[in-house]
């Protein structure tokens, strides 16, 4: 069964540091999209993406984060200056097309700020 | 705006006993799709079901049921006979599709609710 695949699965950086979040959704998917779990908490959305482009994002994305599909395949995360509060289970997704259907997502990245 | 609430932080039961865990929801969108996702101690979003807003038939999958009343916006889920294995946080979530043009599909997650199935 196709899958989302995310590294690293762990990452530990300094507060102030750029981190990039990688992410290989389904091959013929058309949309992608990050979420985020702070321990204990629910599951955010932060930004959908979608023909190249962002479709929509959620206050927590601010210009701290941005996204890209630099190469056709992987679809990135980058948080610069990294916070204290930035420290969550990251989830990457995609769904295939027009229909909400083949929701699937990664298994996540934990990233630590230390 | 869309909202999730799963009301139950915390369940615990003995094992083969059965449990709901409730969710209601609030969408203005007409047409919409609502999931439940089981995450276990290892992290991850293991996808349960989808149902859409148009099918409002009950779904039984092994030990799992989910009742949709659209009436009350609810997407109750009951496992029968629970196994230690069942026991993990599980969320419920809606989708709504008005804005399809711009691809807002984005999820919006309950809270969660934390179920614990003693030996």
């Known amino acids: 069964e196709p899958e989302v695949t995310q590294t690293p699965s762990h990452q530990v950086t300094q507060m102030g540091q750029e981190v990039i979040l990688r992410c290989v959704p389904i091959s013929n998917h058309l949309y992608f999209y990050w979420y985020r779990q702070i321990l204990g908490q629910k599951v955010e959305f932060l930004v959908s993406f979608y023909n190249n482009e962002i479709s929509e994002k959620s206050e927590i994305f601010d210009d701290q984060f941005s996204v890209e599909r630099p190469d056709g395949s992987n679809f990135t995360l980058k948080i610069r200056s990294t916070k204290l509060e930035d420290s969550a289970m990251y989830f990457c997704?995609?769904?295939?097309?027009?229909?909400?259907?083949?929701?699937?997502f990664g298994s996540g990245t934990r990233l630590t700020v230390v | 705006a869309q909202k999730v609430t799963q009301a139950q932080t915390e369940i615990s039961v003995v094992e083969k006993e059965d449990v709901t865990l409730d969710c209601v929801y609030e969408t203005r969108d007409t047409t919409y799709y609502l999931f439940w996702y089981k995450q276990p101690p290892s992290g991850e979003l293991v996808f349960l079901i989808r149902r859409n807003s148009f099918d409002e038939q009950n779904e039984i999958s092994g030990r799992y049921s989910w009742n949709f009343q659209k009436s009350t916006s609810s997407f109750n889920f009951t496992i029968t006979a629970s196994q230690v294995v069942d026991s993990a946080v599980y969320f419920c979530?809606?989708?709504?599709?008005?804005?399809?043009?711009?691809?807002?599909?984005?999820?919006?997650f309950g809270s969660g609710t934390r179920l614990q199935v003693q030996p």
């Open positions: 997704a995609s769904s295939p097309g027009t229909e909400v259907y083949g929701y699937t």
């Open positions: 979530a809606l989708s709504g599709t008005s804005h399809m043009d711009t691809g807002r599909r984005a999820l919006t």
